[in-house]
């Protein structure tokens, strides 16, 4: 008897479990989610990663502090444009306030300091010092000469070498230049800070001793 009854039990159970399959079988897959991870919204935020989408590039760099609004950042990596752009205004003042009162141009203005700075200075040493070519500095000195401004000695020991002074009317020409020229880089650097224009002429000149004579 005990038999004839667990033999119903287990076949029920069996029954049941087909059942059970059976009904999950029958059971509509899932929908796929068909977006791509690109499409999906990053960090829930749908809203955001859509108006970030939708956001214009940035334009091209423009720099609106040099004349003409053009775009400068292919120039700006080289060192020579950089230098040709911060010149124009060096220039501009120094023409304001030597060149034309004085009638000097750059190249007389720079060849008078340095003689006052150099004694004995030879025209071989001046031509060297500015990478002028010696033809044409004998003609800039030249003109000095005529306006009575430096004289120009030879050698004794070497007849080659010619040694530039200053005349006193020479002498009296830089003492008024050289305060112009203090006033002057003042109205040029006054935006500078002390600690930027130490450092931006300690850099020039860093790159400038690196140049092959």
Do not use: W
């Not at 060297?128 to 005529?146: E, F, H, N, Q, Y």
């Not at 080659?160 to 230049?177: D, F, N």
């Amino acid at each position: 008897m005990k038999a004839a009854r667990v033999a119903p039990r287990a076949a029920f159970v069996a029954l049941s479990r087909r059942a059970h399959l059976h009904c999950r079988s029958m059971r509509p897959p899932a929908k796929a989610d068909t977006r791509s991870r690109a499409s999906r919204p990053a960090g829930g935020n749908g809203k955001a990663s859509a108006r970030r989408a939708a956001a214009p590039a940035p334009p091209a760099h423009r720099d609106p502090v040099l004349p003409g609004r053009l775009d400068h950042g292919r120039m700006q990596k080289l060192l020579g444009y950089n230098l040709a752009q911060a010149a124009i205004p060096s220039f501009k003042i120094f023409n304001k306030r030597i060149g034309e009162p004085f009638q000097l141009r750059r190249l007389d203005f720079t060849i008078l300091m340095l003689i006052v700075a150099n004694p004995h200075v030879t025209q071989r040493q001046m031509s060297l010092a500015l990478d002028v070519s010696a033809p044409r500095l004998t003609v800039v000195c030249d003109k000095l000469v005529d306006r009575e401004l430096i004289t120009r000695t030879r050698s004794q020991d070497d007849r080659r070498k010619q040694y530039i002074a200053l005349t006193p009317k020479g002498t009296a020409l830089v003492r008024k230049t050289d305060r112009i020229a203090d006033s002057m880089e003042k109205e040029l650097l006054g935006h500078l800070s002390d600690l930027e224009k130490t450092l931006l002429f300690q850099l020039l000149e860093k790159v400038a001793v690196h140049r092959r004579v």
